[in-house]
């Protein structure tokens, strides 16, 4: 009985998380393809007060209520419910206009976490895993990434179209082009969220023994959670090795993505230091 009170305790506080924000805070790991959230991911299980699990809420009306109704699973989350916060990876449209609003309509009282990752290194690191697939044969990187740039260079040079239209591009295949538009990615979070509400991680700083800690109670901080003593993992999660960009392609590409890391570190007040 104990059980079932705390399963039922568990799904009322999920349910409140999304309408009152009384018991705990729901958080959207945004799931930028090869910006080091597999391994955010998995060091955030260390904290005692975090639920951290792929339940990939929907966007639709209601189905966050669905889908956090499943914490009745969690007797982690529904027997301790005064000090959680429940973080959810995003599924692939999380990073959508449409998504994104309908997200923060179904729980406004919601924060974000969103890593970012030295653009042209994370562009060339997806490529990099998309050329391990065995069964499609894929153009050199340079070709591939002209072409996947070509519509949103079209789009935003349409005096027409504001920059969500253009995000809205992001249901190409693999949103190559698409997750490295990181100052447009943040102007459209904050057309929702606070700025207190979006918790910024500077990828690099989660392999860097030096400020990993520092880097986690920032983000702790953010997430108005307990400071731990973290533990880095042994190695990064998903990582790969593979031949270096070479300068020359790495100028061009840096050069195209520049005006994109000059406007998210102007409309988040933060500097990323990434250095061609």
């Not at 050199?140 to 349409?158: I, T, V």
């Not at 969220?193 to 918790?199: L, M, S, V």
Request: glycine share 4%.
């Amino acid at each position: 009985n104990n059980n079932n009170n705390n399963n039922n305790n568990g799904i009322q506080c999920a349910r409140n998380i999304i309408h009152y924000n009384k018991c705990g805070i729901y958080a959207n790991l945004v799931d930028t393809i090869k910006s080091g959230t597999s391994t955010l991911f998995n060091v955030m299980m260390q904290h005692p007060n975090m639920l951290v699990k792929n339940f990939h809420c929907g966007f639709s009306p209601g189905a966050y209520e669905l889908c956090l109704d499943g914490i009745n699973n969690e007797p982690h989350f529904a027997n301790q419910l005064h000090t959680k916060v429940f973080i959810d990876r995003g599924e692939p449209g999380s990073r959508c206009f449409d998504q994104i609003k309908s997200m923060h309509d179904e729980i406004p009282n919601s924060k974000i976490i969103i890593a970012f990752r030295d653009p042209v290194a994370r562009v060339y690191s997806h490529y990099q895993m998309r050329t391990r697939n065995k069964n499609f044969k894929f153009p050199e990187f340079h070709s591939y990434l002209l072409e996947k740039f070509e519509p949103y260079k079209n789009c935003y040079d349409s005096k027409k179209n504001s920059y969500e239209n253009c995000l809205e591009l992001c249901v190409d295949d693999d949103r190559i082009i698409h997750d490295s538009l990181y100052g447009d990615l943040y102007e459209m979070y904050r057309k929702f969220w606070d700025a207190n509400d979006i918790c910024i991680v500077h990828a690099e700083s989660l392999l860097n023994p030096l400020i990993f800690n520092q880097t986690m109670n920032q983000l702790m901080n953010c997430l108005e959670l307990p400071l731990i003593d973290w533990k880095p993992l042994p190695k990064p999660v998903n990582v790969a090795s593979y031949n270096p960009i070479s300068f020359q392609l790495r100028k061009f590409w840096w050069q195209i993505f520049q005006p994109q890391l000059q406007k998210l570190e102007t409309l988040s007040g933060l500097q990323f230091n990434w250095k061609l």
